[in-house]
Every structure is written in C-alpha cells, then in structure tokens.
C-alpha cells in the first residue's frame, strides 16, 4: 500500500509562508521512482482543484492563482514533494492534498495515489 504523508500546514497570516512536505512511502517495498507528483487544495463547499505540477524531470506548473507565490519542488531521491508557499492570503485557505502518479514499485506501477491532507487557514 502507498502512503503519502503531508506536514507543515496551520494557521498563519495573510501575508505569511508555509512549507508543505509529502512524503512516499510502500507499506510492503521500495518505491523505485515514481512520476508526476501534484498539489491539489479544496476549500468548503468547493471542488478539489490543482495547485501545483512537477515532473520527475523537474518541469513545473501552477494554477494562475498561485503563480509567482508558490513554488514546487521535489526531492527524488526522498520520494518528496515540497510546496513552498509565500504572500498567502485568505482565499488560499483550504485542505492541500498530496497526489503521486506512476509509482514504480517492485510489484508494478501504482497511480494516482492520494495523502490525507493537510489543513491551511490563512486569517486576515
């Protein structure tokens, strides 16, 4: 079984900056690889929505309402995914969820799998 586990969310600022941390993990193995891993967010009452992309290449993407204050980056070599996130304001309030694809495991690929979350509260 696949664990991600996110860490680093809480309550700051408007203005602030929070480091998130997600982590990969096999409950009965190595993962070997794995592809691309995403940051997702989801507010109440709203749907789950991209954050933040990285390739295991290293290439990037945002969602316009994060570009140029969040940042993403990936350590391979850990199976982490960081997301560093600057000038937070308050509709960046949410839960962030960690996704990973295309694990490459001893077993085969695993897909899409998901953290359980971690809680962001931006106050103003």
């Known amino acids: 079984q696949v664990h991600l586990v996110e860490s680093g969310g809480g309550l700051v600022q408007s203005g602030g900056s929070l480091r998130l941390s997600c982590a990969a993990s096999?409950?009965?193995?190595?993962?070997?690889?794995?592809?691309?891993m995403r940051w997702y967010r989801q507010a109440p009452g709203k749907q789950r929505d991209m954050v933040a992309s990285m390739t295991s290449g290293g290439v990037s993407d945002y969602a316009a309402s994060v570009k140029g204050r969040f940042a993403i980056s990936r350590d391979n070599d850990k199976k982490t995914v960081y997301l560093q996130m600057n000038d937070l304001k308050t509709e960046d309030t949410a839960v962030y969820y960690c996704n990973a694809d295309r694990l490459a495991t001893a077993r085969g690929l695993r897909y899409d799998s998901w953290g359980q979350g971690t809680q962001v509260t931006v106050s103003s």
């Open positions: 096999l409950s009965d193995g190595v993962i070997f690889s794995i592809g691309d």
